[in-house]
């Protein structure tokens, strides 16, 4: 038999429709609340964004420019100490990516000084690297006596300059196991020294800065003892 139809009282039904009403404004103010979550939330990450852009437009715009370090052409000079100056002047500066000019004041002007010591000897960096004698001109980086000073004179103040752009005008090898003809063995090394400190990577890259003491020493272990670590350099340099 069909069961009966059950009866709704108006009260219950009456009941009935508050709580839907209820559960469905507690709905609509849960997805409201959401949704306002969610735009806060997004605003913020706009404000954040934009900030980030503007801070770092700020740094960018505030940060020193960086020259980076040459690489210069490896020099393929490979006589024994003494070396002269090479006959083919122009071309070693072009190698070493530089140019010849008559100096002008204005620009970038300083002095570091480099020894080289083979087998506990003093060797002489040769005067008039990177000067074109006939003409007066010179490279932006050059020496002018066998002091072991090196000048750099540039028109452009933040230009950088390394060792081995040195060794390149003056056509004698610099690596790591390599002083012009001098090879590296299990008897004799070449270690670099800037400031007194060892220098542990390529000599060729050492950057040349104000008042930098550069040393080369090639021999034995000992004989690589005490570099030197300061140059009295003239008054004015």
Known sequence: MAQPPVRVSKDEARTSRQAKAAALRESTKRAERRRKVFVRSLVVIVVLAVVAGIAGIVITATRPHVVALPRPVAATGTSTPPWAVPANTSERIQAARLSTSAMTPGGAHFHPHIDIRVDGKAVPV????????????????????????????????????????????????LDRT????????????????????????????????????????????????????????????
Do not use: C
């Open 126 to 173: 040769a005067a008039n690297i990177g000067v074109e004698t006939a003409t007066g001109t010179m490279s932006e980086l050059h020496t002018h006596d066998a002091s072991g000073i090196v000048h750099i004179e540039s028109a452009a103040k933040d230009d950088r300059y390394v060792l081995g752009q040195l060794f390149t005008e003056w056509n004698v090898r």
């Open 178 to 237: 390599h002083l012009g003809g001098l090879t590296a063995d299990s008897a004799r090394s070449l270690v670099a020294f800037v400031d007194g400190k060892r220098f542990n990577g390529d000599p060729a890259r050492i950057e040349l800065l104000a008042h930098r003491q550069i040393a080369l020493l090639f021999g034995t272990r000992d004989q690589q003892a005490n570099p030197p670590s300061t140059y009295n350099f003239p008054a004015g340099e």
